[in-house]
Each structure stands twice: as C-alpha cells, then as structure tokens.
C-alpha cells in the first residue's frame, strides 16, 4: 500500500484558524480538515499547498512555519501522510469551490469540530503551540 502525501494549511487570520467542512462529492464527507491536497510527482510540499489553497478557496497565503506530519492509514487500501504548513490569508476573498462550509476557530474553539482522524494529532499541536505560533506571524523588525 503506497501512502499518500497530502498538504494542509493551519491558516491564521485575525487570532483564528480556519477549517472547512468535506463536501459530498469528497472523500470522508461530512469530517472537518485544514484545507489542503494530494503532492503531485516532482512538487514541492509548499507549492503543492499554494495550488491547493488557490483552487479550493480562491486565496492566496503565504507560510510561515510548519507542524508535525500526521501518518494514518484510514483502511488497509488508504493511508496517508498529512503534512501541515502555518500560514496566513494574504490575497483573495475566500469562495468554497469544493468545500460545504467553513468555519474560524479560536484556541478554545478547535476541537468543536468533528477532524477527520488524520486531523486529530495536528490540532492537539496546534492547540499546544498556538501563542507561539501567532507570535510568529507578527512581522520581524
Ligand atoms: N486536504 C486534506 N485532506 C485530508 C485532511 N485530512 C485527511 O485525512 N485528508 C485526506 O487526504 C486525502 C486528500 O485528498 P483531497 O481530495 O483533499 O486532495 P486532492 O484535491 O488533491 O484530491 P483529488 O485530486 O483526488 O481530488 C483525502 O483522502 C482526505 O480525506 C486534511 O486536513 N486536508
């Protein structure tokens, strides 16, 4: 079985994070995911994320750090290695081109969501390192 790398973006906009809602017409429909996709042959991770975010929400951002790959193997055919980028919303207005909804959590907010299971490790970091994380954003003098 060949597990699959998928991006993700932790997007950061004014002290909240988004997560999107998988639609019917995707995989796991209904589970709550940091928007992302599958890494094409010979693509780097981040340009990867850049493309996904573009023709999933119709934004722009640009990453500022990274969290740690989440491996999980959904059935013995599926298995995939989530590899999660901080970033923020730099241009654009958002429109939901695969999406149900989205939504924008707080700290206290992140697990009022149902993740989907590859998800779950992601959001415990996130949680964890979140003040750090929003430091990192303010722009170095
Ligand atoms: N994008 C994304 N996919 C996730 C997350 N968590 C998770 O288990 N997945 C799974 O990883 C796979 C990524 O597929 P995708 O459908 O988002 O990627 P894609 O747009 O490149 O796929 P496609 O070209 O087959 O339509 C799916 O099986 C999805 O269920 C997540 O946080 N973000």
Redesign the pocket.
């Known amino acids: 079985m060949r597990t699959?790398p998928?991006t993700?973006a932790v997007i950061f906009h004014q002290g909240k994070v988004l997560a999107a809602q998988r639609s019917e017409a995707?995989?796991?429909p209904g589970k709550w995911?940091?928007?992302?996709?599958?890494v094409e042959e010979g693509e780097m991770p981040e340009d990867c994320l850049i493309r996904?975010i573009q023709e999933e929400l119709s934004i722009g951002i640009r990453i500022f750090g990274s969290l740690k790959i989440s491996e999980?193997a959904y059935s013995s055919e599926k298995s995939?290695r989530?590899i999660p980028f901080a970033a923020t919303w730099e241009t654009g207005e958002i429109q939901l081109l695969e999406h149900r909804q989205i939504i924008w959590l707080d700290q206290e907010e992140l697990f009022c969501v149902d993740w989907?299971a590859?998800?779950v490790p992601i959001v415990h970091e996130l949680q964890q390192k979140w003040v750090k994380l929003v430091e990192e954003i303010k722009p170095k003098r």
């Open positions: 699959v998928v993700c995707m995989d796991l995911e940091f928007p992302g996709g599958k996904e999980y995939i989530l989907a590859a998800d």
